[in-house]
């Protein structure tokens, strides 16, 4: 009857052990995705992360001398997920190449992402 229960015993605490870890492993990796269109908009998207600050940057074409202006907007209301669109800009027939995304997270932390425009 010891020798049951102490088998029982010893079986509970390895699956505890072993289930444990995988649930004590912190926080789900936060997902992102930026898309640029060209004289459209440009969209970035979270999931699994608390962004509280996004701030989208474009690249103008080497050489081209432009400079576009930068956003900065405090994010949606909805965490863990949420959204920001905004107008993707040109200067005299210019587009960019690219924009940059920064999440600014509830705890410090900024992610980045860049994606080309097309």
Known sequence: MKKRLLVRA??????TAAIVPALAGGAPTPVYSVSCA????????WQRSKVVQV????????????TFSTVDAPASRTPPRGFLVTSTPSSNGI?????????QRSDGVTDQETAACS
């Open 10 to 15: 010893a079986v509970a605490l390895s699956i």
């Open 38 to 45: 060209s004289g459209v908009q440009t969209q970035a998207t």
């Open 55 to 66: 701030t989208v940057e474009w690249t103008a074409p080497a050489g081209s001398g432009v």
């Open 95 to 103: 587009e960019p190449e690219s924009t940059t995304v920064r999440f």
